[in-house]
């Protein structure tokens, strides 16, 4: 049973200071329906979060980020018309973070980094609360901890869906009836109570699992861009917004790379039809785009998405040669160290496949744990310095023509390794890194100019 209940996920640059936070504000106030709001760290907050968990620094250098953290929640206070409401929780929070910061098991244990993480969120939506309140909205901070469960994967922790739902419907749902919920993005709690989060972009997904657990019919994600592009802006300014997208699509850009979108947003989205909506909260005004089951047009190119940081594995053994089993082993193992393989190609004797490596990150240290266990079946090949593109789209495997258009586009490029046909909604094609911002520039005025 949906109701008219609206989510509203701000990101970072929304809430970044006071300003910022009036335009979200005025959105909110606008819309009887919304009810829940998520939001993030003020921008710049969670960067220096991360120094201080991952860095091995002096106590000079803890302090002074934690001064740098401290002026830009101040900033915001002090432009409070009512500051004594906040200014005594926000400065016990400050020194939980402080506490956390040069606790000197910080770079090492994995618990005390989720718990330092969440304060980047926890003290953005108690401001923002503050800030909602100005302007005549009933806001509430509420603690996600309450009702946002996890298993105890720190840094990266899977939600309990059944479990959040159970706890929202007991704990959230009452406090709707006369307020506006704040809360934090990409912060949960496993049974113990101790603290996770869902990883970077865990905002998005916040948001759509609340939509999810209220009954949301909408759920909207406030950003700095006007919706979802034809390609990154950032790479051509010939990009042009997209007023619709199909749950698939999105689900396909979000996974090779459009940062508008976290990939697992969709899930709840599908789960339970929830439309999802993206803006910019500095001009609302300039509408967005909406995530809908089924659009109204269905073109063959949607979108191009480029994804970088790529490594391409080539595991090899003479003894595959009609071997059974094989495979399995080697997605056993990637299975194991929970690791995702976004495109494979097969030949008789070797499976080549692409890895996410994103430097200092997690996914990085469990790549090189995972091909130090496959060496012990097989030889392994890695190569560095790749980017997938992929064409996003409808009915691309079976529309004639629409494939050499895009191949025919591309003909001065060495494509590493091209995956088509899994499904009907994407070609991707893994490129050298200095050559992939050119490959989207030429692929883009072949399809879109």
């Known amino acids: 049973m949906t109701t008219s209940l609206n989510v509203a996920k701000f990101g970072g640059t929304s809430v970044a200071n006071y300003e ?12 009887k329906q919304t009810k829940v709001v998520v939001v993030s760290a003020s921008a710049g907050v969670t960067n220096h979060l991360v120094t201080l968990a991952n ?12 001064d740098n953290i401290r002026a830009i929640e101040h900033a915001i206070v002090a432009k409070l018309t009512h500051p004594e409401e906040v200014s005594e929780k926000l400065e016990t929070k400050l020194e939980e973070l402080t506490r956390l910061a040069t606790n000197e098991e910080i770079n090492f244990r994995d618990d005390l980094k989720d718990a330092l993480l969440s304060m980047g969120e926890r003290m953005s939506s108690l401001l923002f609360s503050a800030v909602l309140r100005e302007f005549g909205v009933a806001a509430v901070n509420f603690d996600v901890r309450k009702v946002l469960r996890t298993d105890s994967t720190f840094t990266d922790a899977s939600p309990e869906v059944a479990t959040i739902r159970q706890l929202s419907q007991a704990l959230l749902v009452p406090e709707l009836s006369n307020s506006v919920v704040v809360t934090q993005g990409f912060v949960g709690a496993d049974e113990q109570g101790r603290t996770t989060t869902l990883g970077r972009g865990g905002s998005d997904f916040t948001a759509a699992l609340l939509a999810e657990a209220i009954d949301a019919e909408t759920c909207e994600i406030w950003t ?3 919706g979802v592009y034809t390609t990154d802006p950032r790479i051509t300014d ?6 619709e997208l199909s749950f698939e699509e999105a689900a396909e850009m979000a996974t090779f790379g459009a940062k508008v979108l976290h990939p697992a947003t969709m899930e709840p989205a599908l789960r339970k039809n929830i439309k999802v909506f993206v803006g910019s909260s500095k001009e609302p005004e300039k509408g967005g785009t909406w995530i809908v089951r089924d659009c109204e047009v269905e073109p063959s190119y949607r979108a191009i998405t480029r994804r970088k940081d790529q ?16 495979l399995q082993r080697v997605f056993t193992i990637i299975a194991k160290h929970k690791l995702s393989v976004d495109l494979v190609t097969t030949s008789e004797i070797s499976v080549s496949f692409t890895l996410d490596n994103p430097p200092n990150t997690v996914s990085e240290k469990m790549n090189k744990e995972t091909l130090a266990e496959l060496t012990t079946i097989c030889d392994v090949t890695v190569e560095q310095g790749f980017d997938v593109v992929t064409v996003v789209g409808n009915n691309m495997h079976s529309a004639a023509g629409v494939s050499s258009k895009i191949f025919a586009a591309i003909s001065d490029f060495n494509l590493r390794m091209i995956c088509f046909g899994a499904n009907p909604h994407n070609l991707s094609f893994v490129v050298n890194n200095q050559d992939s911002e050119s490959v989207v520039k030429v692929l883009h005025k072949a399809l879109f100019e």
């Open 238 to 243: 010939k990009a042009k917004p997209l007023a």
């Open 20 to 31: 910022t936070m009036q335009n979200c504000a005025r959105i909110i106030a606008g819309n």
């Open 55 to 66: 860095t091995a620094l002096t106590s000079k250098q803890i302090h002074d980020i934690v």
């Open 311 to 326: 490594v391409m594995v080539t595991v090899k053994t003479p003894k595959m040669m009609y071997a059974q089993g094989f």
């Open 224 to 226: 700095d861009v006007i």
